[in-house]
């Protein structure tokens, strides 16, 4: 994988963690180093960031203490509520700094864990946006949906992946239903540039 897709990757890690975690994202800006997301909670105003360590003169793509040691000092002033450090890899200095500090940390190693119910219901937003966005409405049943033929042959991402999530969250299989929705935000995130070109 290229970096820049490994890059991608981190980026819609971060984007996964808000969808689920049910935060409004507030402002995203790309730095030398990564990229920052600030978000809130419906129910509060207090401030989450999710800071994408992409450090391109790190071949290796870990990142140290002393970028560690940076980034938290940097945010400090921010007044986050919460702090979210996601990186490919962190030294075991790095990790411990975190650690020490309160910081969650996610990393190629170190991924969220969530309950398969909640990542079934923030994924259909994204499905129902998709919809909205691909064909001009949100079918209301399956008969509504043209992306699936009755031979069962489909012609939309969307629905497959609908149709993927739908068996992966009734087996249980809460891998399987996270790729499901990194590919989800993937699709969004290239609609949304085709949007802006």
Known sequence: MTKELEDEALV???ELIMAVGGYEE??????KKGMDFVATLPSSSD????????????????????VVREAIESIRHGEYEKIILISRRFTEAAKREMR????????????????????YLAMQKYIDDLCQVKCGYIPRQE?????RDPEG?????????????????????????????ERLIKISNST???EAA
């Open 12 to 14: 819609e890690k971060a």
């Open 26 to 31: 507030e402002d995203r800006h790309k730095w």
């Open 47 to 66: 401030e989450i960031l999710l800071r994408v360590m992409t450090d391109p003169e790190s071949r290796s793509g870990t990142v140290g203490v002393d």
């Open 100 to 119: 020490q500090e309160g910081v969650q940390m996610v990393s190629e190693q170190i991924t969220p864990r969530f309950k398969p119910e909640r990542l």
């Open 143 to 147: 008969s509504d949906c043209k992306g």
């Open 153 to 181: 042959h489909y012609s939309c991402q969307i629905r497959l992946i609908s149709d993927n999530a739908s068996l992966h969250f009734e087996r249980g299989w809460e891998n399987l239903l996270q790729r499901d929705f």
């Open 192 to 194: 949304n540039d085709d």
